[in-house]
């Protein structure tokens, strides 16, 4: 079975400070990770993938997110938040090559910029 | 930009009624999804529906939920019998591949 953990349920960040929102995951095999953002009375946004290759990958919004298979890891950064960030960020997971497209997410972490 | 559109954006039923959440997925897109998320819980996948039939599953999905695709634009999501336990906000979802999903504004169900 797959599992996505955000071990955080708020993140505060000053504005144009770094922010990282933390993600974990449990796969058998290996993992595609998605990060997505939902902004109030909207729907999932896509923001970036790791499928395979770099582990730095780049996203939406000049977000990045860091790869790490030895930790099974997935976390999200920016160099510099915008108020504007200010959302909730939900990590997910599906395993590469399973024969199954759906994805198991995280509970979600609300982060907050403060101006 | 396309996106995933849904129908209505809040809906409010009585217990033992019959539903029906509608979804435009983007058009070229060849894989449907449906997940759900109850108040203050996680995002649940309940269906997935490729090539006209359902490709996958979850233990949610029971004989109470359907979905169809009845025409080349719409996805709809039917629930048979409602229960208060439904009470939920349901996505719909859609994908050109394997990989990203990309996900409607949702579908408030509110059950009385």
């Known amino acids: 079975a797959q599992s996505v953990a955000q071990p955080e349920d708020q993140v505060n960040v000053a504005e144009g400070n770094p922010l990282t929102v933390k993600c974990t995951y449990s796969?058998?095999?290996?993992?595609?990770l998605f990060w997505y953002v939902q902004y109030p009375n909207r729907g999932l946004q896509f923001l970036l993938k790791?499928?395979?290759?770099?582990?730095l990958v780049k996203g939406s919004y000049g977000f990045e997110a860091e790869f790490n298979k030895s930790q099974t890891s997935f976390h999200l950064k920016k160099p510099s938040a915008l108020v504007s960030d200010s959302a909730l960020y939900f990590c997910?997971?599906?395993?590469?090559?399973?024969?199954?497209?759906?994805?198991?997410f995280g509970k979600g972490t609300k982060l907050s910029v403060i101006p | 930009e396309p996106e995933v559109t849904q129908t209505p954006s809040h809906q409010v039923t009585q217990m033992g009624q019959e539903v029906i959440l509608r979804c435009v997925p983007i058009?070229?897109?060849?894989?449907f999804y449906w997940y759900r998320q109850i108040l203050g819980q996680k995002v649940e996948f309940l269906v997935s529906?490729?090539?006209?039939?359902?490709?996958?599953k979850s233990e949610i999905f029971d004989d109470q939920f359907s979905v169809e695709r009845p025409d080349g634009s719409n996805f709809t999501l039917k629930i048979r019998s409602t229960k208060l336990e439904d009470s939920a906000m349901y996505f719909c979802?859609?994908?050109?591949?394997?990989?990203?999903?990309?996900f409607g504004p949702g579908t408030r169900l509110t059950v009385t």
């Open positions: 796969v058998s095999g290996n993992p595609y």
């Open positions: 058009s070229n897109h060849l894989y």
């Open positions: 997910a997971v599906r395993e590469s090559g399973a024969g199954s497209y759906q994805l198991t």
């Open positions: 529906f490729y090539n006209n039939e359902i490709s996958e």
């Open positions: 790791y499928i395979t290759g770099d582990n």
């Open positions: 979802a859609s994908s050109e591949e394997r990989y990203e999903q990309y």
